[in-house]
């Protein structure tokens, strides 16, 4: 193989590579519809304490039951990928629906 196919398939690699680590790291919290949460809010916060240092998680609560779950994949300084996603509960904490709100690659924005 000459060295520009090996420089192609190493870049090609590198960009699955990030791409897969970019829907990994970009993950929402597992709920399903219908899973009931005792405090939907502790939940969250304790899956913000368990995130990677290459991922930047925020959390917003809304009045009326909806969280919103944002999470920046961010690597050498460089957002990578984005994810935003919303949940919205009942006052029993059942998870009523789920939804992604925005999903974005800024690495590809140049």
Known sequence: MSKRTVSYLLLTCLVGVLFTIGFQATKPPSLRVGTTIRDPEKH????????????????????????TYNTH????????????????????????????????????HF
Do not use: K
Not at 44 to 63: D, G, I, K, Y
Not at 87 to 96: A, K, P
């Open 44 to 67: 969250f916060t304790q899956q913000l304490r368990t995130h990677h240092s290459l991922r930047v998680v925020t959390l917003t609560s809304q009045p009326g039951g909806v969280y």
């Open 73 to 108: 994949f961010v690597l050498l300084g460089r957002g990578i990928a984005e994810r935003t996603s919303a949940y919205c509960f009942d006052t029993n904490g059942t998870v009523l629906s789920i939804y992604t709100t925005r999903w974005q690659w800024p690495i590809l």
